[in-house]
């Protein structure tokens, strides 16, 4: 609000707008946005596992922008261009992580990229882990939003000195 008034932009132009006019852009601006709570409940209502499967303790990170265009990332989710970059993230991130991404797919919402025995967002009880039993599954929607699925992923380390047991943690 400037000197008692709301300023509105449009293209080129700034314009003033009425209190009915902000009441309804706040209005519409907060039925587009999700709790944090709503967000994670979603990712979790998305796990990979088959019903009643035990897998272990599983970790869910999303990350959603707060603004930005639905179709940020469509032009390079539209082919392999955001691999390495994948790739090095969970390299840089988290030791053995790396190793556990095996393939990548197009996806309705943009690319994932997922461990051995994950296609589709679904674990495929017909492939076996080759990495310690990390499974993972990234994914990348057209919006930047990021969503992230892990379980198994306790890595263990052989050392001169002995055993070190690290479960990992993106930092």
């Given at each position: ?65 707060l603004a930005g265009p639905p179709e940020l990332l469509t032009a390079h989710l539209a082919t392999d ?91």
């Open positions: 609000m400037v000197d008692g008034r709301y300023l509105g932009r449009g293209d080129k132009t700034k314009h003033y707008l009425s209190d009915p006019e902000v009441m309804r852009l706040f209005s519409a601006r907060s039925t587009r946005q999700r709790t944090a709570e709503q967000v994670i409940e979603a990712e979790i209502a998305r796990d990979p596992a088959p019903e009643g499967a035990s897998e272990g303790a599983r970790c869910y990170v999303v990350a959603t922008p261009e955001l691999t390495p970059i994948v790739h090095k993230a969970f390299a840089d991130a988290t030791p053995g992580w790396r190793s556990a991404l095996y393939g990548n797919e197009p996806r309705a919402t943009g690319r994932g990229w997922h461990s051995y025995e994950i296609t589709a967002r679904r674990i495929n009880p017909s492939r076996r882990s080759h990495n310690g039993g990390t499974r993972l599954d990234v994914e990348l929607s057209d919006d930047g939003s990021m969503a992230l699925f892990a379980t198994g992923f306790v890595t263990v380390r052989n050392f001169d000195s002995g055993h070190l047991f690290w479960c990992g943690t993106m930092t």
